[in-house]
T-cell receptor, first 111, second 115 residues
Framework: GQSLEQPSEVTAVEGAIVQINCTYQTSGFYGLSWYQQHDGGAPTFLSYNALDGLEETGRFSSFLSRSDSYGYLLLQELQMKDSASYFCAVRSDSGYSTLTFGKGTMLLVSP | EPEVTQTPSHQVTQMGQEVILRCVPISNHLYFYWYRQILGQKVEFLVSFYNNEISEKSEIFDDQFSVERPDGSNFTLKIRSTKLEDSAMYFC?????????????FGAGSRLTVL
């Protein structure tokens, strides 16, 4: 099976930088993804890493180290609207892929 | 921007009743999924569907659950005899194939309340 660990909650102030870590254990590995969810609404895709290194998409970046089974999501220039839950998810099957989600990290951004 | 649409947005039902949740995936997507999220918990995989058949299913997806693509656009989740613990938000999602399968587009969800 697979398991993912991420912090349950992170707090930060507007304009700051925050890093949300994710460690995973899987029987195979085909990528780590990040999704954002506001107030129980539809999860929205943010970023995906299949190979080691940093992927940058605007204010958001995601990092992966396959040797450490570890990744993180970096959010820069935090805005109030970034207050949400962030889920890491792994794809661990090379066939018809299934994303398994972590328990989520609630990010609270204060003024 | 293309979106996944789900109906109903909220359904209240009595324990033991059958429920059908409906989804219209993005038209050029080939993978379809159902996930559920119990309030305050993580998003849990139920089932994936490709080429008119189930690709994978989780332990949650027992004999009480079924999925169907009755026509070219709809994708449904049926719960035959609902239990209290089925109360959750049910999300439909769709994706492209290959590496695109890492990018799921979710619908807004159907909240199921079982009394």
């Amino acid at each position: 099976g697979q398991s993912l660990e991420q912090p349950s909650e992170v707090t930060a102030v507007e304009g700051a930088i925050v890093q949300i870590n994710c460690t995973y254990q899987t029987s195979g590995f085909y990528g780590l993804s990040w999704y954002q969810q506001h107030d129980g609404g539809a999860p929205t895709f943010l970023s995906y890493n299949a190979l080691d290194g940093l992927e940058e998409t605007g204010r958001f970046s995601s990092f992966l180290s396959r040797s450490d089974s570890y990744g993180y999501l970096l959010l820069q220039e935090l805005q109030m609207k970034d207050s949400a839950s962030y889920f890491c998810a792994v794809r661990s099957d090379s066939g018809y892929s299934t994303l398994t989600f972590g328990k989520g990290t609630m990010l609270l951004v204060s003024p | 921007e293309p979106e996944v649409t789900q109906t109903p947005s909220h359904q209240v039902t009595q324990m033991g009743q059958e429920v059908i949740l409906r989804c219209v995936p993005i038209s050029n997507h080939l993978y379809f999924y159902w996930y559920r999220q119990i309030l305050g918990q993580k998003v849990e995989f139920l089932v994936s569907f490709y080429n008119n058949e189930i690709s994978e299913k989780s332990e949650i997806f027992d004999d009480q659950f079924s999925v169907e693509r009755p026509d070219g656009s709809n994708f449904t989740l049926k719960i035959r005899s609902t239990k209290l613990e089925d109360s959750a938000m049910y999300f439909c999602a769709s994706s492209e194939i290959g590496t695109g399968a890492n990018v799921l587009t979710f619908g807004a969800g159907s909240r199921l309340t079982v009394l």
